[in-house]
Each structure stands twice: as C-alpha cells, then as structure tokens.
C-alpha cells in the first residue's frame, strides 16, 4: 500500500472530524461510533419487490445486487411458474442487505391487507412494485395499504429499453441516425412518464412517483434518481448501508460510496482506542488492528476490488477477472490483508516517520487526548483507512473503466 494521505490531505480531514466532533457533546460522539462503526455487519436492510408476473422483479433483483441473470446465487427469471413465496437473496458481499423477491399481488387470490400480512411486510424497510406496462389496480391497492402500515414504496416502471426500441422502428429510424434516435427516445420516454401518472391518478394515488428503468443499462434512465430518492428518504444509517452495498454505476456512486466511507472510519478510529489493543513496538502506540483489517477488508468489497465483486463484475460485463485485476495497483488482494501487512505499512510511512501525527491530531481535537494512548491510537486508525480508502478509489475507477470499456474482438 503506498502512502496516499499528506499532511495536508489528514489537516482537511481532521477539520471534518472535527466539524462532526464540534456539534455534540464527546460522550455523544463516542457512544454513537460504538453504535454504528459497524453497520456493514449490524444493521440489516430488506428490500421487497412486488409486481405482475413477468414484469421484470427478478430481473431487478440481480441488477441491484450487481449481478447477472445466469450464474451462481442469481435470482431466476425468464421463466413462466412464478414462485408464489417471498424468495430472500442476499447481497453477494454484505449478507445482512437483503432483497425479496415477491410474488404479485396479483398472482395471488389476496386482499393487500392479506397480501401484506402473508409477506411478512413489516419485515422490509421499503418496497418496490414494478411494471413492464401500465400499473394495475391491484398494485395501487397494494400501494395504498403499504403506506396505511407507514412503509414506503417506489413505482418501477421496467423495460423501457424494448418500448425505445419499438418506437424507434414504427417511427422507421435508422440506429445510425444519433440524432433522431435521441430525440425519439426522448418522447418515448415521456409518453411512457406522462401514460403511468395518468393511470396512477386515475387509480386514486394523489402523486404518483414513477421510475422508468432498463434492466440492461442501469446507469441510464430514472436508475440512478431513483437511488437518490430512497437513499434520501431513508433515516442515516440506512441510507449509509444502501449507499455502501448498491452496485457501483456511475462515477457519483463512487464518489457517495467514499464519503460514506470517510465518516465510517473516523467512527472506526474512535473505537479503535477503546478495545483489544496490541502495542506497534517502534512506534510505541497502539491500536486494534483487528478493526484496522476488517475494516480495510470491508473497504475492498463496497469498492468491488475483493475476489467475489471482482469474479461477479467480470462475470456481468463479460470479461476476465485477470484484466479487470490488472488495472489494481494499490490495493492487496483481502487474503493479503493481515497484521503484518499493517505492521510493514506503518513501518514505510514517510508522514508517520518524519511527522508527529498525533500531536497533529491534538491540535485540531484536544478532546482526543482523553482517548486510550493519547490520541494516538486514533491517529494511527484513521491516517492508515484513510490512506487504504484513498488508493481503492483510485483503483475502483480504473476498474470500472476497464469493466465499461467495448470488448475486444477475437
Ligand atoms: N429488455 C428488457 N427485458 C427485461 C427487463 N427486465 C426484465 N426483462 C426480461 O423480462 C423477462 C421476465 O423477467 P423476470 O425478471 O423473470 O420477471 P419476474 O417479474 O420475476 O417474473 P415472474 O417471476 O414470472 O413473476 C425476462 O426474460 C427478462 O430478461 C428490462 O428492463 N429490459
Ligand atoms: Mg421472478
């Protein structure tokens, strides 16, 4: 690992620790560290899909764990028995994210009360109903009762790709033609938008939210609003956990992902001062480097750069592992990731060796020092995450863009 962080980067970041720090009372702060520096394991997230047979729920259940249809752990679809039980699946890397596959309301002989209750409703934290045409009275009805048992639902209208596509030949539009390709898109788009808000309306939703997606390409579309919207309507914790597990599609998810991160590992270093310490014998400091591994391990899966995202990731766009790996130049394989890989990092640090980063940190946060080892152990935590965080992100991009680059022929 090569150091990323100077002492310029670690002063902005201890002025946010310190911003954080400044706005509750200590004893606050540090009980909350202890609560959350963990969520990636402790807090669970369920996520139900509803809608019609054949709408596309399975579908969207592989794409919002990043997966493809075909392989290992992928929810089925494509074919004609719907399951008539909610199916889990768990995220591929975060175990405690989960996704519900659901039968549809209407595929079932139930009242919504009676739906709900049989799928366990008050088990998820939110619902998605989706469509691959107009959204049924039953869907609505459904909608409405979710929202009478005060959980939150969000209207997915899938697809749209095939009606794009449809348009685009009535219309007799050639696909070299860009332009009007565009612009024919564009009014599909809205007929589609205006077509599910007037059919909601008419069921009786006072205003209707749609989100029109493609199973195929995520990142384009309502996809990455509709991420915004439940990441925004969900209370902090979760929005972090979501934040962190939902596939990387876009450059502003990686930039989410490692601000999530950051204020992740200030928590981390809190509690890196308070349990399981083992002394760093040359720097007479220490710390739990048990947090230190686990977390950087974490760090490697929200960035898709362990062995699994990566197998996963190849696997979806179609490539080998071997080339989307080749692009890594910073970050260890997780296996690699051990107390001497730690121990040889700290040992190389030109900021560690030549510079007191703990009196640094206690001359932004005094109250730090209060902290098991002074401070230090604090400082040790956060500069090496911090520094690991720094080197992913710069790998997870170059990995993506390897992933997203056209495949070349044999
Ligand atoms: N073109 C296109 N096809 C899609 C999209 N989403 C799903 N499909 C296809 O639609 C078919 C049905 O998708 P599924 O995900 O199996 O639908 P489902 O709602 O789980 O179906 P049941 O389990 O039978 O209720 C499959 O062949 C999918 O590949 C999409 O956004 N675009
Ligand atoms: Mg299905």
């Given at each position: 690992m090569d150091p990323a962080v100077t002492i310029e980067t670690l002063r902005k970041d201890l002025?946010?620790?310190?911003?954080?720090?400044?706005?509750?009372?200590?004893?606050?702060?540090?009980?909350?560290?202890?609560?959350?520096?963990?969520?990636?394991?402790?807090?669970?997230?369920?996520?139900?899909?509803?809608?019609?047979?054949?709408?596309?729920?399975?579908?969207f259940v592989n794409a919002l764990r990043g997966m493809k249809d075909r392989g290992e752990g992928a929810a089925l679809t494509g074919v004609t028995e719907t399951t008539m039980v909610p199916q889990e699946y768990s995220h591929p890397t975060f175990p405690n994210f989960k996704i519900w596959d659901l039968p549809g309301i209407g595929t079932t002989k139930f009242s919504a009360k009676e739906y709900l209750t049989k799928v366990n409703f008050s088990n998820y934290d939110f619902f998605i109903i989706v469509s691959s045409g107009r959204f049924t009275e039953d869907d609505t009805k459904l909608a409405l009762e979710i929202q009478e048992n005060n959980k939150k639902f969000y209207y997915v209208r899938s697809k749209v790709d095939i009606d794009i596509d449809n348009d685009r030949r009535s219309k007799g539009i050639d696909v070299g033609d860009t332009h009007e390709m565009m612009q024919s898109e564009k009014e599909t788009l809205e007929t589609i938008r205006k077509d599910s808000y007037n059919n909601l309306k008419a069921l009786g939703v006072s205003s209707p939210r749609v989100f029109l997606i493609s199973r195929w390409d995520l990142s384009k579309y309502d996809f990455p609003l509709l991420q915004e919207t439940f990441e925004k309507e969900q209370d902090e914790i979760k929005r972090d956990v979501l934040i962190l597990c939902l596939p990387i599609l876009t450059k502003d998810s990686l930039k989410k992902k490692k601000a999530a991160m950051e204020s992740l590992i200030w928590k981390k270093a809190m509690v890196s001062c308070s349990v399981g310490l083992i002394p760093v014998p040359f720097l007479s400091l220490g710390f739990d480097v048990g947090?230190?591994?686990?977390?950087?391990?974490?760090?490697?899966k929200v960035f898709c750069l362990d062995e699994n995202s990566l197998n996963i990731l190849a696997n979806r766009v179609g490539k080998d592992v071997e080339e989307l790996k080749s692009?890594?130049?910073?970050?260890p394989s997780t296996g690699k990731i051990t107390t001497e890989f730690i121990m040889d990092f700290l040992k190389r640090s030109p900021v560690w060796g030549t510079i007191t980063a703990v009196e640094l940190v206690l001359d932004f946060i005094p109250l730090l020092g209060a902290l098991y080892g002074g401070g230090s152990s604090f400082a040790t935590t956060f500069y090496m995450l911090k520094n690991f965080l720094e080197n992913a992100v710069k790998d997870a991009e170059k990995v993506q863009a390897k992933a997203a680059e056209p495949k070349r022929r044999k």
């Open positions: 002025a946010e620790v310190k911003s954080a720090l400044d706005q509750k009372n200590f004893e606050a702060v540090s009980a909350e560290a202890q609560q959350q520096s963990n969520l990636l394991n402790n807090i669970t997230l369920a996520i139900a899909i509803t809608g019609r047979s054949g709408a596309g729920k399975s579908s947090i230190v591994v686990s977390t950087m391990r974490d760090i490697c692009v890594i130049e910073h970050t």
